[in-house]
């Protein structure tokens, strides 16, 4: 987890130094392990300025506590849109996904949970895509031509 933040923080490091990238614009998008790592992540990167976690929440078993995203995710300011299945069986929602959802840093108007009658990563894709580029256009602005 540690090199995985540090990864992110070297490839946030290349984007912001090429002209074509907006630096100020950066969105995180974790899927399953990617979103339940995203609290780590987001907590020690202010760059990201918002962050989508998909099928994601804690995970339930007991981690060392420099790695734990229960003690990173309370530290987390970035706007976060998760987006879940009532049904999975990797991160269950009343168990895992919205503690993780009620533990994140944000204010309430900062955070959005939104559930789908579906399991693990399957998710109906176009009211994902809907749901993720309203979130990171209210976030980050429409995308300019």
Do not use: C
Not at 32 to 49: C, F, N, P, T, Y
Not at 89 to 99: K, V
């Amino acid at each position: 987890v540690i090199m995985w933040s540090k990864d992110l923080g070297r490839s946030l490091d290349s984007l912001q130094s090429r002209k074509d990238i907006d630096g100020t614009r950066i969105a995180y998008l974790g899927m399953s392990l990617g979103g339940a790592i995203g609290a780590d992540v987001l907590a020690v990167e202010s760059r990201i300025k918002a962050a989508i976690f998909s099928s994601s929440g804690f995970y339930l078993r007991y981690d060392l506590p420099e790695v734990d995203v229960l003690n990173f995710a309370p530290h987390v300011k970035t706007p976060v849109l998760m987006l879940n299945g009532r049904y999975d069986y990797q991160f269950p929602l009343d168990a895992s996904t919205r503690p993780l959802f009620h533990f994140l840093g944000p204010p309430d108007h900062d955070k959005k949970l939104v559930v789908y009658e579906t399991g693990h990563g399957d998710l109906p894709h176009r009211d994902e895509v809907r749901e993720t580029l309203d979130w990171l256009d209210k976030y980050l602005g429409r995308v300019r031509h």
